[in-house]
């Protein structure tokens, strides 16, 4: 059966990465918590298509899936250093919607495409850690378990087996176990008379606004993200607002990166320039760019580029690290006044290596008075 399938990998490689990640770090265990909630209630999902028929409106047997997957991508990473293990599971814990593609083999292609890609990324810093390659194995594990899984049952898409209508009662303590509601409220609201659709709609509008009365009375610090025309601005960002996601940009965009600190930013489509003023601790994900990256007294970035980046220029800044892969080897970087900017790229064989730009140069006149300029490489 499989559900029972699914439990397997549940109680195997996934059960592997919740125990290695509270090993990594407190950040790192408490996504993995949300990440096993999301597990639970795929597999509870997995049980109701083989015993029952699907529902009119399946979203109310999704919601408690959506829920986990979006507090675990939304999670905010307190600690700098485990950024990149956050990345990894926020970037594929989407795998699980496999249940509501038509094409779920080849939307699970994808999403392993770019979790190799960030656990790559991650590996280039934590590579002779045993522990953190551990936790690699086991999450890109589960996530290829999975992928086998539905390729083998399901290639065509998730199909409902059963003939009855799945009781209320069960519904209803899926989404109160799954979600925070008010459970006495919503049997309130059920009693009056409401479908359970009626009354989650209620109570979500209700705690939409109890949230955002709790953001008022904790005013955040002044943050701009906003579209203006081809332009993006994201400036005053700071770590309350960790992981932000522009995915609707187009190639005559730019995106205006300002004064911004300790932050994720994930730019999910091709743009023609990126620039960065005045940042601090940035995690800068991005796909191709058509004129390239300009980067101005910041320190402490990470830039991930997985396609073509024709051109970086580096400005007064620290602590730099850019990390290409084969489409981005053709990148030209220019540096002025800075100091520990490194590349990381592949190798002939597949794996990366990390080299650092020289930041101290050496100048002597020539015979003919023209002066010649050469940098130092520190062995």
């Known amino acids: 059966m499989s559900a029972e399938i699914f439990s397997n990998i549940y109680n195997g490689p996934f059960k592997r990465y919740l125990l290695l990640s509270k090993n990594i770090g407190q950040d790192v265990q408490n996504q993995s918590e949300i990440a096993d909630l999301a597990f639970q209630a795929e597999l509870r999902y997995l049980e109701y298509s083989e015993n029952f028929k699907k529902p009119p409106s399946a979203n109310i047997v999704l919601n408690p899936i959506i829920h986990q997957i979006d507090k675990t991508k939304h999670y905010v990473c307190s600690d700098p250093s485990l950024g990149d293990h956050i990345n990894v599971v926020s970037q594929s814990i989407g795998a699980l919607m496999w249940v509501q593609e038509k094409d779920p083999v080849c939307y699970l292609e994808e999403i392993l495409s770019d979790a190799k890609t960030y656990t790559d990324i991650l590996l280039v810093f934590f590579k002779d850690k045993e522990l953190h390659v551990e936790w690699v194995e086991a999450w890109l594990e589960t996530l290829n378990d999975l992928n086998n899984f539905v390729r083998r049952r399901y290639p065509k898409g998730l199909t409902w ?59 955040p610090p002044p943050a701009v993200f906003h579209r203006d ?40 489509r091709k743009v023609n320039v990126i620039k960065l003023d005045n940042c601090e601790k940035i995690s800068l994900i991005f796909r191709s760019l058509i004129s390239g990256v300009e980067i101005i007294a910041s320190r402490d970035l990470k830039l991930h580029a997985f396609g073509t980046v024709p051109s970086i220029s580096i400005d007064s800044c620290s602590d730099v690290n850019i990390h290409l ?55």
């Open 161 to 219: 087996k059963g003939e009855l209508e799945i009781p209320n009662s069960e519904l209803l303590q899926d989404l109160t176990e799954f979600q925070t509601l008010n459970t006495d409220n919503l049997y309130n609201e059920i009693n009056k008379g409401q479908t359970i659709q009626e009354a989650l709609r209620r109570l979500n509008s209700q705690n939409v606004v109890q949230e955002e009365e709790k953001q008022q009375e904790i005013a």
């Open 229 to 268: 025309g081809k332009k993006w601005k994201i400036e005053h960002q700071r770590g309350a607002e960790k992981h932000l996601t522009i995915n609707e940009a187009e190639p005559d965009n730019v995106l205006y990166i300002y004064d911004c600190k300790n932050i994720t930013l994930v730019v999910e």
């Open 325 to 379: 892969t084969k489409k981005g080897l053709d990148a030209q970087v220019v540096t002025s006044q800075c100091s520990k900017i490194s590349l990381s790229y592949p190798m002939e064989d597949g794996y990366y290596k990390t080299f650092y730009i020289p930041s101290r140069l050496m100048t002597t006149i020539s015979p003919d008075h023209s002066l010649r300029t050469s940098p130092v490489i520190d062995e």
